[in-house]
C-alpha cells in the first residue's frame, strides 16, 4: 500500500474533523426536494427530512444512515416522474434502504 494512503487512511481514523471533512454531502437541501417532489403534507415532509438527516447526520449509528448516493439517485429519478413524485420518491427509497438494511 502507498505511503499517502496509509497517511490519509490514518488521518481518517484519528483525526475528528478529518472523518466529518470526508462525510458524504448532497447536492440538494431538504426543502428544493420538498419543492421539486411536490409534497403536500407535514408527513411527506417528515419523511424527506429524515432521509436527509441520514445523510447528513453523523451522530446516527451506521446501521441507520444512508450514502448520498442512493438518496439523490432515488430523488433525480423520482423527480423526472410526471404526477405521483413523491410517492415514487418514498417508495423507491424504501426499497433501496431494505436492501442495505435500513428501515424507513
Known sequence: ???FT????TALLLFPA???AAAEKL???ADQMKVALRTDSVEDDGFIEDAVDRVTND???RAERLPAAMVEGTFQWARRKPRLKF???KHGLTVRAA????KL
Open 59 to 61: 451522530s446516527r449509528p
Open 1 to 3: 500500500m502507498p505511503r
Open 18 to 20: 478529518a472523518r466529518a
Open 87 to 89: 410517492q415514487y420518491f
Open 99 to 102: 436492501r442495505i438494511g435500513v
Open 27 to 29: 447536492s440538494v437541501t
Open 6 to 9: 496509509i497517511a490519509v487512511l
